[in-house]
Nanobody, 122 residues
């Protein structure tokens, strides 16, 4: 297992930007497919984006394509989520997760961070 800690959340106005970071402990970070999920009040946790071990392939939910970008730096054991043109509907707790294959299902990821709150004001 790998331990994950998110940071970078906060309050931002609609149309603004935030950059989330997820720092991983251990030496096996490069072995994992990494994903970002989010959970809004009263909603189930939903898939946002994922990135393969090498960083060569990425996947996004339709609702965030063109606005959010996932990336990773294996040398720093860190995955990022650059969020631009934020909308109020992006408000949620954002979680990073580690898995082994592409999936949009939370149950297919083995390790989770504690989450970081993103609030987009209208």
């Amino acid at each position: 297992q790998v331990q994950l800690v998110e940071s970078g959340g906060g309050l931002v106005q609609a149309g603004g930007s935030l950059r989330l970071s997820c720092a991983a402990s251990g030496r096996s970070f490069s072995s994992y497919l990494m994903g970002w999920f989010r959970q809004a009040p009263g909603k189930e946790r939903e898939f946002v984006a994922s990135i393969h071990r090498s960083g060569d392939f990425t996947y996004y939910a339709d609702s965030v394509k063109g606005r959010l970008t996932i990336s990773r730096d294996n040398a720093k054991n860190t995955v990022y989520l650059q969020m631009n043109s934020l909308k109020p509907e992006d408000t949620a707790v954002y979680y990073c997760a580690a898995g082994y294959f592409y999936s949009r299902n939370t149950r297919d990821y083995d390790s989770w961070g504690q989450g970081t709150q993103v609030t987009v004001a209208s």
